[in-house]
């Protein structure tokens, strides 16, 4: 096979990958792009993939660079999409990009990569990487704001062996400029969020599509009724939308959230207060933890957790079980930790793998107190 470039950038469309592009190319190296589609079209046009492809191969076009496509969407069905529907039937919150990252962009895109004879991959992603002691290190971004090292825990040594992130040490804000500065056709473009599946839908109205609406009952902590949901499975710890709860008789005139789900039962329990003592947690345990220097640093051991994204370091006490999996406790009580979620551990900027949150502290409504575990997703 002709070598074609020794690093494969990962065009997504947007300004992010396009900056990355532009830094490598301007630096010397023999590059070409790649976009992935990763969802395949369902009809309904929110997904703006083809919209993506066109800018991608605008950029490329603009920086002189070769770009490849591939079709990932069925690997990404039955390695993400799947995944994210079973958890969310069984009453927990996944976290997709997590997924998307570990078995697409940095599997299935890097083996795309090495097969058109390039050694490395590059994405646009807010984070670094450095070799320190005879192994890779992931590295928070220097642009805190928009570090995304929470979204790569789950990477490893080859992973990051073979991995370049050209945006780490930058602000988004000069990224932009850079952007404008070369007259990239993405240098005003909007940031994506959410989930790209979703895109600019509805989420009830996406995912009634694979788990249809069951109503059932929405109770307090002590089993008073006092309203309706559309299913359970739509709805996520600490959440305040969508409730629609009125004024209730012999209640505050307060917000209502979240704070449990009887999956059997088809059961939502609510709280009124954001600080209701019924999302606290001090600890939790996990699934088996990912360790991105391919072992935990002890079997005890202080560091910090993010037990979602941008969260602040929470300080913390981690125990690594026989089986790999994770006990841990907090300094200081957490809201609304999620079953399903990823806890990521951090020394400093360093991230040192994570783990999917099994169960907390937290009480249950409904079985009076434990943990939200497998007794409430059944």
Aim: charge should be negative; aromatic fraction near 8%; hydrophobic fraction near 35%.
């Amino acid at each position: 096979m002709t070598r074609s470039a020794d690093t494969i950038v990962g065009m997504s469309g947007g300004v992010d990958s396009s900056v990355a592009a532009l830094l490598l190319r301007d630096s010397g190296q023999a590059l070409s792009g790649l976009f992935m589609q990763n969802w395949a079209d369902d009809g309904s046009s929110d997904c703006r993939a083809e919209d993506d492809r066109r800018d991608a191969v605008a950029v490329s076009g603009r920086l002189g660079l070769p770009i490849h496509f591939r079709d990932f969407s069925g690997e990404y069905w039955a390695g993400v999409f799947e995944h994210f529907v079973a958890e969310y039937a069984a009453g927990r919150t996944p976290n997709p990009d997590v997924l998307c990252n570990r078995e697409i962009k940095f599997k299935h895109f890097l083996d795309a990569a090495r097969e058109l004879g390039a050694d490395y991959i590059a994405t646009g992603h807010y984070a670094r990487v450095d070799a320190a002691d005879g192994r890779f290190r992931l590295l928070k971004a220097l642009d805190r704001s928009k570090d995304q090292s929470y979204f790569l825990h789950q990477l490893g040594q080859a992973q990051l062996g073979a991995t370049r992130f050209p945006l780490g040490e930058l602000l988004k804000r000069d990224v932009r400029e850079m952007a404008r500065a070369a007259q990239l056709p993405t240098a005003a473009k909007k940031d994506s969020t959410g989930i790209c599946f979703i895109g600019e839908r509805d989420f009830r109205e996406f995912l009634s599509r694979y788990l249809p609406a069951r109503e059932g009952e929405i109770r307090t902590p002590d089993g008073r009724a006092i309203g309706r949901h559309p299913g359970v499975f739509y709805f996520t710890l600490g959440q305040r939308e969508g409730l629609n709860i009125g004024g209730v008789r012999g209640f505050e005139q307060a917000p209502w959230y979240v704070i449990g789900k009887d999956v059997a039962g088809n059961v939502l329990y609510v709280d009124q207060g954001s600080d209701t003592p019924w999302l606290r947690s001090h600890t939790l345990t996990t699934e088996a933890a990912h360790w991105i220097a391919g072992a935990p640093p002890a079997r005890r051991f202080a560091c910090a957790a993010q037990t979602r994204y941008r969260q602040p370091d929470q300080s913390c006490e981690v125990e690594v079980g026989d089986d790999g999996t994770l006990s841990l406790r907090f300094a200081q009580p957490q809201r609304a930790v999620t079953p399903g979620q990823s806890l990521v551990l951090y020394a400093g900027d360093e991230c040192l793998g994570g783990a999917v949150i099994a169960a907390t502290d937290a009480p249950v409504p409904g079985l009076g107190k434990t943990s939200l575990s497998s007794t409430t997703t059944q």
